[in-house]
Each structure stands twice: as C-alpha cells, then as structure tokens.
C-alpha cells in the first residue's frame, strides 16, 4: 500500500534531522602533506606542481584540487560571505576547509571564463563516492530486490545518484532515488547519501523514504573502494505487511568495470536468508 506524501515527508524530516546530528560537520578537517617520496611520482595534473610538505599541489590557471584534478569554482553558497568574515585566512593553520571548499572567494585560484561548470558542483568531501554517481540500470530475472521482493518474477529498476545542492550550512549530500517497475507494482525510494567528514574509514550514511511506507537509515562505512551499508533503523507505516520485511540486511556496492555491482544479503524469521548480486549499467553521467 502506498502511503500519504504527508506521513513520508513528515518521516524523513525525522530522519533527516537524526542525521544532522551524527554527520555534522567538525570544526576541523584532516590535514594530509605531501611527502619527498610522494612528490618523486609527481601526483599532480593538468600540469601541478608537488611540492612535500604542502598540503595539495600548485596549481595552474583554471585548476583546483587536493590533485588539480577540478575546475576552479566555489563549492558552497556562502563562500563570499565566508570571505568577508576573513575565514579564509584566519583559520588556514586549523582546516583547509574554506580553501577547498571556496577556492575562488579565497584567492586560491581563478577561474577560467571559457569553461561552462556543471549548475551543481560535486564537494570535495563526497568526492570517495564519486564512483556511485550516475544514473543506473538494471533488469532482473527474479523478483528479489532490496529491501523488498517485487510481487512479480521479472522488474526493471533504476537507481540514480546525483550531485544536491549544496546547502549554506551543514553536511553535503548526494541525491538517491531509486525506482523499481513490474507492470502495476512500481517501487520508489527517495533519499540521500552522504559522508561522514574526518572519519576514517570514511562512515557512509543512506537515509531514505519509500512509497511502501518504510523509512530507514542505513550506516556503514567505504574501503578498499567499496560502500558496505547495514541497516540501523527502520520504520514502518502501520498499512505495510510486516511478514515481507527482513529482520536485517546489508548490501555492499562497487565498481565492476563499466558496471555497478550491488551485492545483497537479508536475514528473514526462521533464520532464512536471501543473497542476490545485481549489476547496474550507466545510463547517463553527472558532470561536476
């Protein structure tokens, strides 16, 4: 059954605010320099400069980056005002924040006119789930699908993982909806992915809304390029069927060559468990 827009919004707002508590973002961020040894290989590009003991490479005309692997821009809407307060300058010695982050109000490059920047940009924070960004598509022979099973055998599903607009204040996020269709049966599932800043292993968050009526949070962590999510919590509207639901799940995705691979296992009552893989195929690129 599909529920009332006014119960899923309300949901996610609830959600949304459990995760500003435990993604927001720290005063301070990890200062990593080049080494001698690092800067032997050169890890620059576009023509950078390594330099060991700086925190990221010099830079030509246009470029930004940790690796000047970016178009110069500012990633945040209140890089001017930031500016202003001399932010940029006063905290230099604690963070690179602002210097990542608002590059061009902090005089840490200059953009290059003749180059069209995509509308919305990618923060360098999110930057480790680059490789999850896209639109996917995948066509299932069996009705096994996360979190649950489509009523039929065969279903189509989109997933779709985009840039959001970077907020004033707060931690940055990505946009995920996924869409699942057999027939009459269409699942959708709106939410975001983000990160959490300065952890290590990196923590990775999915929070997100279905039209089923469950909401939930998902938290795991990234490594060896891989996402692994489990999920933490779970809220089901009254009208949902909970013998479909499992009692736990994890699914972990990665990069298989041109394609993403989401791998799947649940556990159901009696012990019974469900394993499937699913591989995706890019559809569309986002810019950033």
């Known amino acids: 059954m599909i529920v009332s827009d006014f119960v899923k919004v309300t949901t996610l707002t609830l959600i949304i605010a459990f995760a500003c508590v435990i993604y927001a973002i720290p005063g ?10 690092q800067c032997k290989f050169n890890p620059c590009l576009n023509g950078g400069k390594c330099v060991p003991g700086k925190i990221a490479c010099e830079c030509p005309g246009g470029w930004m980056g940790r690796y000047c692997h970016r178009r110069c821009r500012n990633i945040y809407q209140s890089c001017d005002r930031w500016a202003m307060e001399e932010k940029c300058e006063v905290v230099r ?87 699942a269709w057999e027939g009459d049966d269409i699942r959708i599932t709106h939410g975001f992915l983000t990160i959490k800043p300065n952890s290590n292993p990196p923590e990775i968050a999915i929070l997100s809304s279905s039209n089923e009526g469950l909401n939930m949070v998902e938290l795991g962590t990234l490594s060896n390029h891989a996402v692994t999510l489990n999920i933490s919590y779970m809220q089901v509207h009254p009208a949902m069927n909970n013998d479909i639901l499992p009692l736990g799940a994890t699914r972990r995705f990665k990069r298989s060559g041109q394609f993403l691979e989401m791998t799947v296992a649940r556990l159901f009552p009696n012990k019974r468990i469900s394993q499937f893989k699913k591989m995706f195929r890019k559809v569309k690129n986002y810019p950033y």
């Open 93 to 179: 010695t604690q963070t690179n924040f602002f210097d990542i982050n608002c590059a061009v109000s902090c005089k840490m490059c200059v953009a290059d006119p003749s180059v069209k920047l995509s509308p919305i940009p990618l923060p360098p924070a999110l930057e480790p789930l680059q490789f999850m960004m896209g639109k996917w598509y995948s066509q299932a022979a069996k009705g096994l699908r996360y979190p649950t099973d489509m009523s039929g055998n065969e279903y189509e599903e989109i997933l779709d993982v985009m840039p959001a607009e970077v907020p004033m204040f707060g931690a940055p996020s990505l946009n995920l909806t996924c869409t």
């Open 28 to 37: 301070q961020v990890i200062i990593k320099r080049f080494s001698k040894e």
